[in-house]
C-alpha cells in the first residue's frame, strides 16, 4: 500500500518517513521523497531531487520561492512514472508547502497516479501544539476533510511531538462545546464532519522523533484499510 505524508512544515514529515520506515524494516518497505526543495534525510529509493532540484528552478526560470516551488512540483509531475515504485508499504514524503501540493492541478495529478494501481492512504501529521485550541482542533478536522475530498484517499490525522505536549483531547473536546456565537455555530457542524473522518477511528499521538505511537500508525492504517475494503 501506498502511504502519502502530508502536513504543513515542520510538522515532522520526513522525520517520520526515516523512523517509521526503519520501523517497518521486516515489510518490503520503499521510501519516495516527493519534496524536491530538500535533501531527504533519509535514504530514499526514489528521489524527486535526481530530477527537479528547486534551487535550479529559480535559476533556470529566474523564480522567486513560491513560484519556483509550484513549478517544481508541476516539473515533478513529468517524472512520475520514474519515482512511483511497488512495495508491501511505499512512504510519500511531500513537500513542506502543503498548500501548494495540496492545491495545485500538478499535485493532485501527483497523488491520482500514486492511488491509481494500489491502496492508498493520507497520513496528515500535525505538531500537536497547534491542536491544542479548541479553534485550531477544529480547523484540522476541516483540513483532514478538505485532503481526503482533494486527493480522494482516506485521510488520518496523527498528532506528532508529543514528548514535548501532553495534548489532552477530552479538553480540547469539552472546549468545543463551550465555543460560542457563530464560531460556536460552525464548530458544531463541523464536529459532525469527525463522524466522516478517520478521526472517529482513534486519536493518534506520535512522537517521530522517539519513535513513540508507531504501533498505533500502523494498526490504524490496518483498521482504514479493511474497512475501505480490499480494492484489488
Ligand atoms: N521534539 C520533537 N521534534 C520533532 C519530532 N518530529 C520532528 N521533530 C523536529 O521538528 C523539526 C522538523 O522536522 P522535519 O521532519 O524536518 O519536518 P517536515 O515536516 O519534514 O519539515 P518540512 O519538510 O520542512 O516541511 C526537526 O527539527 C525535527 O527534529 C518529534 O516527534 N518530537
Ligand atoms: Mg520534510
Do not use: H
Request: charged residues 25%.
Amino acid at each position: 500500500m501506498n502511504i502519502v505524508v502530508v502536513g504543513p512544515a515542520g510538522s515532522g514529515k520526513s522525520t517520520f518517513v526515516r523512523n517509521f520506515s526503519e520501523y517497518l524494516r521486516d515489510y518490503d518497505v520503499k521510501v519516495v521523497n516527493l519534496d524536491p526543495a530538500s535533501d531527504p534525510i533519509y535514504s530514499a529509493d526514489r528521489d524527486v531531487r535526481d530530477f527537479v532540484r528547486t534551487e535550479d528552478v529559480i535559476k533556470s526560470y529566474r523564480l522567486g520561492i513560491n513560484g519556483a516551488l509550484m513549478k517544481s512540483i508541476d516539473l515533478t509531475l513529468n517524472y512520475i512514472d520514474k519515482l512511483i515504485v511497488k512495495g508491501d508499504y511505499v512512504i510519500f514524503d511531500t513537500p513542506g508547502q502543503m498548500e501548494l501540493f495540496l492545491y495545485s492541478r500538478s499535485g493532485l495529478k501527483i497523488a491520482e497516479e500514486i492511488s491509481k494501481y494500489d491502496w492508498s492512504v493520507c497520513l496528515f501529521i500535525i505538531d500537536s501544539e497547534i491542536a491544542s485550541t479548541p479553534e485550531n482542533f477544529a480547523s484540522i478536522v476541516a483540513q483532514n476533510a478538505v485532503i481526503s475530498l482533494r486527493f480522494s484517499m482516506p485521510t488520518i490525522t496523527i498528532f506528532n511531538k508529543c514528548d514535548l505536549i501532553d495534548l489532552n483531547l477530552n479538553e480540547v473536546f469539552e472546549g468545543l462545546r463551550d465555543v460560542g456565537g457563530v464560531f460556536g455555530e460552525i464548530v458544531e457542524r463541523l464536529m459532525a464532519l469527525i463522524d466522516y473522518t478517520t478521526l472517529r477511528f482513534r486519536i493518534v499521538k506520535i512522537s517521530a522523533l522517539k519513535e513513540v505511537g508507531f504501533d498505533d500508525v500502523l494498526s490504524v492504517i490496518n483498521e482504514v484499510f479493511c474497512s475501505c475494503g480490499d480494492i484489488s
